[in-house]
């Protein structure tokens, strides 16, 4: 396959940054879009240019780490899939694809398509915990948990924290990572003491980094990999009106 | 807090960032996202219940207009003689009014928050959800806001209607939707649509905000928010489209 790629180049956080275009020949269309891309950054370290930054670290779809907005969709248009597990078979020969890094005010770009979550990780330590006695570990059975609830917490706990859901907002919002990671902990037993304290820590950090207001438009849940439902969005803000109401 | 990252000999030296972003601290409910939000959906709800008992009141054309004139007047009598001439009338509108500014404040305040949050535009953006939701209500909003100004001029004090303010309501309404004046009803036609698509999204959104969906509740959600706006959008529509093909003289 051949491709004409628009790729975002931005050489550091106070570059201005631009698009730039590259011509990627013989791709095959069983390599994913990161090792296309390794391909184009062999080609352009050879010629003594600067490869194009991008994160990634398991290449399994598991870790988080990769992300980029493939022709306008966060991850691709691919469905429930991060960009490191996107194939280029998905894509026509010939075609133009355009590569930019998540955009938002609270992401800051730190180089090409590399952007800066740190956020995310504010967002986890102002309440995306739980307080348990330390000590030898609990028998498994010690603490009930139904079935349902044990199926839903573990759905909204496969959030992997990519931020595709915040690249894909209208309104960089980051309700859906955060209320994600309510949900997981507020369906548990253990997670009940500190739930609405945790609610409203986490929310209001949200509001602290810079994000936007959630406008139900289920364009995260949409391009979540993760495929996280946006019900869980409605537990979040269920959580956070009865701790503001306490 | 700036990001610190390992970066290979291929990579050139990080330059720091123009300026570190000040973060402020949480602003109280009013102050934070979903508190504006749960305003936005309680001051919704106010007018969607408004707007349910506008469009009942506007269907008694159909029963004649001294039928439409005495609704008018029962609207300003209501509880007399326990309250005097147009209390609880008044209070109805300071509250619906009062919803009204509440919920254009939240409105601009939140589509300011999200403008910031995306200082950069993206080259390419392809919606993959019922994506036109934010387009359609911000938009929406503003047009439906231009629209009750120019309503409430026409059938409320009369400036821009034929029969002028000293006039029986069913006259103003009637002189208002005449065939002469077919754009009137046009205006009229495309600001009750935008309502409808604007409660489409906003019914089941406000809910989802308050907390009160869940993934067995979309779909009914979502159906009863369409039709509640279809019912809406129908009963507005039906008395001037009468009155301009001349049904309702």
């Known amino acids: 396959m051949n491709l004409t790629l628009r790729v975002w180049r931005q050489s550091g956080p106070s570059d201005d940054g631009r698009m730039v275009t590259y011509k990627v020949e013989d791709v095959s269309p069983d390599m994913s879009f990161l090792e296309m891309l390794d391909v184009l950054n062999e080609r352009l370290i050879l010629e003594g240019d600067d490869p194009i930054a991008f994160d990634h670290d398991c290449r399994e779809g598991i870790c988080g780490m990769c992300g980029m907005v493939i022709n306008g969709v966060a991850h691709g248009e691919q469905r429930a899939t991060t960009t490191c597990q996107l194939h280029m078979r998905h894509f026509e020969d010939g075609a133009t694809i355009t590569i930019e890094p998540w955009r938002a005010a609270p992401f800051p770009v730190v180089k090409d398509l590399v952007v800066d979550r740190s956020a995310f990780d504010r967002i986890i330590q102002a309440g995306g915990f739980v307080s348990v006695p330390a000590g030898s570990a609990p028998d498994a059975h010690s603490v009930p948990v139904r079935k349902e609830d044990a199926d839903a917490a573990f759905d909204a706990a496969t959030c992997i924290g990519c931020g595709a859901c915040v690249a894909a907002c209208p309104n960089g919002s980051a309700s859906l990572f955060t209320a994600a990671k309510i949900t997981h902990l507020s369906l548990l037993p253990q997670g009940q003491p500190e739930r609405l304290s945790r609610a409203k820590a986490m929310v209001d950090q949200m509001d602290v980094e810079g994000f936007g207001g959630c406008t139900n438009t289920g364009e995260c849940t949409a391009v979540c990999p993760k495929g996280i439902p946006l019900e869980t969005i409605a537990r979040m803000n269920s959580d956070y009106l009865k701790a503001n109401a306490k | ?249």
């Open chain 2, 1 to 249: 807090m700036t990001a610190t990252i390992e970066r290979g000999a291929a990579t050139a030296p990080v330059p720091a960032p123009k300026s570190t972003p000040t973060r402020k601290k949480p602003g109280g409910f009013l102050g934070s996202s979903n508190g504006k939000k749960a305003v936005m959906a309680v001051t919704g709800a106010v007018m969607v219940l408004f707007l349910l008992a506008h469009m009942l009141g506007n269907l008694k054309i159909f029963l004649g207009k001294d039928s439409f004139n005495d609704y008018a007047h029962a609207l300003r009598t209501l509880l007399e003689p326990l309250l005097p001439y147009r209390t609880l009338l008044t209070i109805l509108e300071v509250g619906l009014v009062a919803s009204v500014v509440l919920h254009m404040w939240a409105a601009i305040s939140l589509a300011r928050r999200a403008g910031k949050a995306r200082p950069v535009k993206y080259v390419a953006k392809k919606p993959q959800a019922n994506g036109y939701a934010t387009h359609i209500m911000r938009f929406g909003g503003l047009t439906i806001a231009l629209f009750v100004v120019w309503h409430l001029l026409d059938l409320t004090f009369g400036v821009v209607n034929p029969k002028g303010f000293d006039s029986a309501p069913a006259d103003r309404m009637i002189a208002g939707f005449e065939p002469s004046r077919w754009w009137v009803t046009l205006i009229y036609f495309v600001a009750v649509v935008m309502v409808g698509l604007h409660l489409r999204h906003g019914i089941w959104s406000a809910v989802q905000t308050l907390g009160w969906a869940n993934r067995n509740r979309y779909r009914v959600l979502k159906a009863s928010a369409a039709l509640v706006s279809a019912v809406l959008v129908v009963g507005f529509l039906a008395p001037p489209l009468a009155i301009t093909f001349g049904v309702v003289k």
